[in-house]
């Protein structure tokens, strides 16, 4: 891989507030729901479900509200943007700087777990031991400009492209053991929550593994793909939200493609909120009848 000299990292510390602050809300108000629940007993049958459904219905709900604020934002990607705003920009992926190519690089390489090794009963659960994250100076050129992006992207949503196996090995060499300490999304909030152009993080998670690894999942951008990208503007850039737990998020295709897809979407996450509140509903009165 290029040898890049990254910004500074966030603290451990600060990205572990990063991720609780985030998750409070919905665990607040699965708490309050079911403390409530709860205290209305006595009950029968299986009400340890119901927290778990309240739960999924509020994550529901949050991500219906990212996924509206997204299609907001294409709406109004025609119109000049705002400071500050949630916008979208759609266009062409360019190197801001040099002619580096793949521009960004998301990939996770699996393992059996050590003690399922070789088991005949069924096949080994896996487990993620290489988290990388690569990218280059890159924007988004839409044909009037070069929009920078600075922050990761969000690129699991996209089609998987498989990397070469030599950038692959010299990932795995120059990775990093994750501190035992440090959770898997707050070792990721980490590299996420950085303000940069030039990003190059890989990440091992236990020693060494010794079987061969099963399955590699990698994501890639390259110049000349038709995107649609999410940020907050900033001084002609689009930059990473505070509220968001992923990256930059992006779209493969055109806008009008992607605005299609997009209230497609939309509407199956209220389906799906409705489907397991009203669950939870069915739950609740049959526990108390």
Request: proline share 7%; hydrophobic share 40%; glycine share 8%.
């Amino acid at each position: 891989m290029t040898d890049i000299t990254a910004a500074p990292a966030p603290s451990i510390g600060a990205a572990y507030f990063s991720v609780i602050r985030r998750a409070l809300p919905l665990a607040i108000g699965t708490l309050v729901l079911s403390v409530i629940y709860f205290w209305l007993g006595p009950y029968r049958g299986p009400t340890f479900f119901f927290p778990l459904l309240i739960f999924a219905g509020l994550g529901l709900i949050w991500l219906s509200q990212a996924h509206k604020n997204d299609h907001r934002a294409m709406m109004r990607i025609d119109e000049p943007p705002v400071e500050g705003q949630w916008t979208a920009v759609a266009g062409v992926l360019v190197p801001t700087e040099g002619d580096e190519d793949p521009l960004a690089v998301r990939f996770k390489v699996f393992y059996p777990l050590k003690h399922e090794t070789g088991s005949r009963h069924r096949e080994p659960r896996l487990c993620c031991r290489y988290d990388g994250f690569y990218r280059v100076p890159m924007g988004v050129d839409t044909g009037k400009s070069v929009v920078p992006l600075l922050g990761f992207p969000d690129i699991e949503n996209t089609l998987k492209r498989p990397m070469s196996d030599e950038m692959l090995k010299s990932a795995q060499a120059a990775a990093t053991l994750c501190p035992r300490n440090l959770i898997r999304p707050v070792a990721q909030e980490i590299t996420r929550s950085r303000v940069t152009d030039r990003v190059e993080t890989i990440l091992k998670y236990g020693d060494e593994p010794h079987e061969t690894k099963v399955r590699t999942d990698s994501w890639t951008l390259k110049t000349g793909d038709e995107v649609c990208v999410f940020g907050l503007w900033k001084n002609g850039t689009l930059r990473r939200a505070e509220n968001r737990f992923s990256g930059l998020p992006v779209h493969m295709g055109t806008a009008e493609h992607v605005r299609k897809d997009m209230g497609d979407l939309g509407k199956g996450f209220v389906w799906f909120a409705a489907v397991v509140f009203g669950l939870a509903a069915i739950l609740a009165v049959y526990s108390l009848t």
